[in-house]
């Protein structure tokens, strides 16, 4: 399942997404979370069904997700060109890592939270994705081909516990890291999504996402 969570069915989903790419700004909004999820989000369950809730904090609302042996994930409506908007900002916060979670290990394949960026093609075999991952044994980082598939590199971002309970804010130039993981020019198409899953170790792991956004 695993498998086809990395290399089939985010594909197959990101085919029949609405195109979005105004033109003429600096940023764009793939989601702040302030007026819940995007219409067109779509939710995809892969074992059980992690909750997603868009919930009141102190500085706005933010994407709670909390996973109990579950694995689902939202992806996100807006199509862009990483050529066009190379950065990537989001901020994410965790309770905890998953414990017994090792992205080395088919059995470990578990993230308190990440972050996808999927480069569809039109073969679902060949599309890509960059999985942006809070780890929990990777250093940060570092970088390994998911488990499952080649097709889906994983990136540590953040490892272990030193910053959990903390808002973490991120920033990515995807044209680099795609030519770093990949060895070549990226798409000229790509999507976002999330999902925090603990299927494979069966915990219970809590994170939460917000003011996910793209920069030329």
Do not use: C
Not at 152 to 166: H, I, K, P, V
Not at 184 to 190: F, H, K, N
């Amino acid at each position: 399942m695993k498998m086809l969570r990395s290399a089939l069915i985010w594909p197959l989903l990101a085919v029949f997404l609405p195109a979005s790419s105004p033109a003429g700004t600096a940023v764009q909004t793939i989601v702040d979370f302030e007026d819940g999820l995007p219409p067109d989000t779509e939710e995809r369950r892969f074992a059980g069904q992690t909750l997603y809730r868009v919930v009141e904090t102190d500085n706005g609302r933010v994407l709670s997700a909390t996973a109990r042996g579950s694995a689902s994930g939202l992806i996100f409506p807006t199509r862009f060109n990483p050529a066009e908007w190379p950065w990537l900002e989001w901020r994410w916060k965790i309770e905890g890592v998953v414990q017994n979670g090792d992205a080395r290990l088919k059995r470990g394949d578990d993230y308190a939270a990440r972050v996808y960026v999927i480069f569809p093609h039109w073969l679902p075999l060949r599309t890509r994705s960059i999985n942006y991952i809070w780890a929990n044994r990777l250093p940060r980082e570092s970088a390994q081909a998911n488990t499952y598939t080649a097709n889906a590199m994983m990136l540590a971002l953040q490892s272990g516990n030193g910053y959990s309970g903390e808002w973490v804010a991120e920033r990515r130039n995807l044209v680099d890291d795609y030519r770093r993981l990949f060895g070549e020019e990226p798409p000229d198409e790509a999507l976002v999504a999330v999902m925090t899953d603990s299927d494979q170790t069966q915990e219970a792991v809590q994170a939460w996402y917000d003011e996910i956004r793209l920069v030329r």
